[in-house]
């Protein structure tokens, strides 16, 4: 499968759960301490319904890893930043606002 990518920070291997992608869009344009973004394989969930979600769960070598809820779906994302946690948590919460 070819890698694609969205303004060179949102990799896109697979596809991305409903309403999720603009937030993620915004969260990219307006931090540029974050350098991608790269969601996972989707899966289905009964729990996720609504607006889209993100928890940040587990810090990796590089940066973050995330699940992401929305429409029935949940979604792993890998978040390469040097932000800490609650920096990282702060500026998704701003991008959902929007």
Known sequence: MRLRAAQ???KIEHSI???????LERLLTENEAIRSIV?????RVRDAKGLPEIRV????????KSIA??????QE?????????????ARIRNALKE
């Open 57 to 64: 769960t587990v810090a990796t070598m590089n940066g973050w």
């Open 17 to 23: 759960i409903d309403g999720l992608r603009p937030v």
């Open 39 to 43: 969601p996972g394989v989707i899966r």
């Open 69 to 74: 809820l929305s429409a029935g779906a949940r």
């Open 8 to 10: 060179g920070r949102l």
């Open 77 to 89: 994302l890998f978040i390469s930043t040097e932000l800490s946690k609650e920096e990282l948590e």
